[in-house]
């Protein structure tokens, strides 16, 4: 639209480090071409100020004009002359892609109706017995610019917006030969990211970003992942643990071992999604488009015929002058030129889902394109996975039961702290995650002193072990049955694990998948935004699922099914909502390690804590970078508010220019309310746009 960006495409074009170039020559014209970010707001800022003096000078010029028209009585076409320097000095810009446009045959644009209307300015005043509207032709020009300037300054804006997730790109990453020279910061070669391959030894100052994704070799740090996923806790990491290109390494030097190439990891693969985010066109953004091609023709020649049918009729019918009554027509059709002038809507609706966009990336949700942010405004059915998404994904002791409380009925703590106390220490060497949830609920177990030996599993039972001389046994009913003992049932529904102690029943633990706190909240918000109905798709077993359904207040779920089962569950429920009601769309919300499929079929696929799974990350539309469920109403209500405000422009911009063109054609407009109908309206939409940047996050 404006200037500015032709710069930026006549720079891209001589110069490959486009982000979605190969990577690997990616780098080496790197230092060689200045269409890194940097630069290209370096040149944006450098256009903003460059457009303010030029303003600046032309309206110094323009009152200088006027001055000399009041005191000196001038032939017309010196004065034309006068004028014609703040008109060249500010309009040069248009005047050119208007004559582009004409050469490349594309001539209906904004920037050819604003040099018809100002040049036909310049020229009434030499018809007989006209007014000269030098002033005018001038001011269109000036306000037009300074229209041009609102718009550069709000795209810069959300550029930025969309920038400082640029920021966790990593600029360099330090390579050790292996691991354990690792220390000596002699052997280390610092090369850019790209150049890394899988596989290699990387070092992360504190301070440093980690460059690529890799698993702890070396080290242990805390990591701040708030550019990836809004999230502000730091991350804890040790041997073994995953760590995410991005984010920020806080306190200890960490060695890494890479496991992707730059191009696959996760800060690539974001920057790419925010990248292309923008060619996915809205439907009123493709509207607007088609709009513009069939509106502008029509224009003009509604124009034309606004300048030549009044004084022909003057002429034939009345008898009258045809050259008399033609300046005032075509003055009027002038005015009606400069106020049709779709600029308003070309520039503020897509500029509204970009901001939106971009206000969504700053609460680490990422919309992949406008045309999603449509669909999410009308999400009437939601489909939640369970695991991971609602919960946490990872089990945690939920009650204690000792056979001794459950004969007397009443609670008692002493009992319950040793049966956890024994069943800890039987669980101690196994990597089960029911293991690990009994190690969690009693930590204070590897201090205590108590021996434990003779540790036997029993495949499909559970596990024996002698504990400080006890033999205590740990498993399910099939253990208790082989050992012959009479149990007893829990109300829990979850993992129920049984413990005899000196081949005694002693009581059970529930173990449970815990629901995230954050759980609740979200199918509240959702139910609040009129989602018609909320439900859960889970492999897990039928008394969970409705456990979990029941506390959330979820309208269905679907217990035990298997990934390929969802599919089809998304396509019915898909079809049924098809037939209720036509506008409302289906979300499936997932964390995606087996939900890529299910992802890709719903309307919109929302994936959760997106720096999980790369299948996930491809298959969704949304992706949200931490875990928190509430995210998914944060995104319905963005995409609410960026719709609501495009609606707000197209009709505020379409209103003010109906009734400007109105006036004009009974006379009643100046050219001055004309400029006023097209770039007032322009920059009041561009600001209105501006506001999708701010979006709140509930």
């Not at 917006?161 to 610092?190: C, K, N, T, Y």
């Not at 290109?245 to 790419?272: A, H, P």
């Not at 434990?452 to 009913?477: F, K, M, P, Y």
């Amino acid at each position: 639209m404006s200037h500015h960006h032709d710069h930026h495409h006549h720079e891209h074009e001589g110069c490959s480090c486009e982000h979605h170039h190969e990577h690997d020559h990616h780098h080496h014209e790197h230092e060689g071409c200045s269409c890194e970010h940097h630069h290209e707001h370096h040149h944006h800022e450098h256009n903003l100020k460059h457009q303010l003096l030029l303003i600046g000078a032309t309206v110094v010029l323009l009152v200088a004009a006027v001055w000399i028209e009041k005191h000196y009585q001038l032939p017309t076409w010196q004065l034309l002359l006068i004028y014609l320097v703040p008109y060249l000095l500010i309009g040069h810009d248009t005047l050119r892609e208007a004559a582009e446009g004409v050469m490349h045959g594309d001539a209906f644009d904004e920037h050819f109706l604003m040099a018809v209307a100002t040049i036909g300015a310049l020229g009434i005043g030499f018809l007989p017995g006209a007014e000269t509207q030098f002033p005018e032709a001038v001011f269109v020009m000036l306000f037009f610019q300074v229209g041009e300037l609102f718009e550069g300054y709000a795209e810069g804006k959300s550029r930025d917006s969309i920038a400082h997730l640029m920021d966790i790109r990593p600029d360099i990453a330090h390579v050790a030969p292996d691991a354990q020279q690792a220390g000596e910061a002699g052997s280390l070669a610092d090369v850019s990211p790209e150049q890394v391959g899988v596989g290699s030894i990387i070092v992360v100052r504190p301070g440093e970003k980690v460059p690529l994704d890799g698993v702890v070799v070396r080290g242990t740090s805390a990591l701040n992942t708030v550019a990836l996923t809004g999230e502000s806790m730091p991350r804890e990491v040790a041997l073994g643990d995953e760590v995410m290109s991005g984010c920020v390494n806080l306190t200890g030097v960490l060695c890494v071992r890479t496991t992707k190439d730059f191009g696959e990891s996760t800060v690539s693969k974001i920057i790419r999604l925010v990248e292309e985010a923008g060619e996915h066109k809205s439907k009123s953004e493709a509207f607007i488009t088609r709009f513009a091609r069939i509106y502008t023709p029509v224009v003009v020649l509604a124009a034309l015929a606004l300048a030549l049918l009044p004084p022909l009729y003057v002429a034939l019918a009345q008898q009258g002058s045809f050259l008399t009554a033609f300046p005032t027509w075509l003055y009027r059709a002038l005015m009606f030129l400069v106020v049709s002038c779709p600029c308003a809507l070309v520039i503020s609706v897509p500029l509204t889902f970009f901001g939106g966009i971009g206000g969504a990336s700053r609460h680490g949700i990422l919309v992949k394109g406008a045309n999603y942010m449509d669909v999410l405004a009308k999400i009437g059915t939601v489909v939640f996975d369970k695991t991971g998404t609602l919960t946490r994904g990872q089990f945690a002791v939920e009650a204690v039961h000792p056979w001794t409380a459950e004969q007397s009925g009443q609670a008692d703590g002493d009992a319950e702290r040793e049966l956890l106390h024994l069943a800890a220490h039987v669980e101690h060497f196994s990597t089960h995650p029911i293991a690990a949830a009994l190690r969690d609920a009693f930590p204070d177990e590897a201090t205590d002193g108590c021996e434990v030996a003779d540790v036997e599993e029993i495949a499909g039972q559970g596990i024996r072990a002698r504990v400080g001389g006890r033999l205590v046994s740990v498993g399910n009913t099939k253990l208790m049955e082989a050992m012959g003992l009479q149990w007893s049932s829990c109300h829990h529904a979850g993992t129920v694990i049984h413990v005899a102690i000196d081949g005694a029943y002693a009581g059970h633990i529930a173990i449970s998948d815990q629901l995230k706190p954050e759980s609740a909240e979200a199918v509240a918000k959702l139910k609040q935004q009129g989602a018609a109905r909320l439900v859960m798709l889970t492999g897990d077993r039928e008394e969970v699922a409705s456990q979990v359904a029941d506390q959330l207040g979820l309208d269905a779920y679907y217990a035990e099914l298997l990934p390929a089962d969802k599919v089809g569950y998304i396509d019915r429920l898909r079809s049924s909502a098809g037939e209720a009601e036509q506008s409302s769309a289906l979300a499936f919300v997932g964390d995606g390690i087996n939900d890529a499929p299910v992802l890709a079929r719903a309307d919109v696929g929302i994936a959760m804590g997106g720096l999980g799974s790369d299948a996930a990350i491809e298959a969704a539309d949304v992706v949200i970078m931490d875990d928190d469920p509430r995210k998914v109403a944060a995104a319905v209500s963005i995409a609410r508010r960026t719709l609501a405000i495009a609606r707000q422009n197209v009709w505020f911009a379409i209103g003010v220019k109906v009734l400007v063109l109105l006036l004009a054609t009974f006379g009643l407009a100046t050219m001055w309310m004309a400029v006023f109908a097209d770039v007032g309206v322009t920059v009041l939409a561009v600001l209105n746009a501006m506001r999708a940047l701010r979006s709140p996050l509930f």
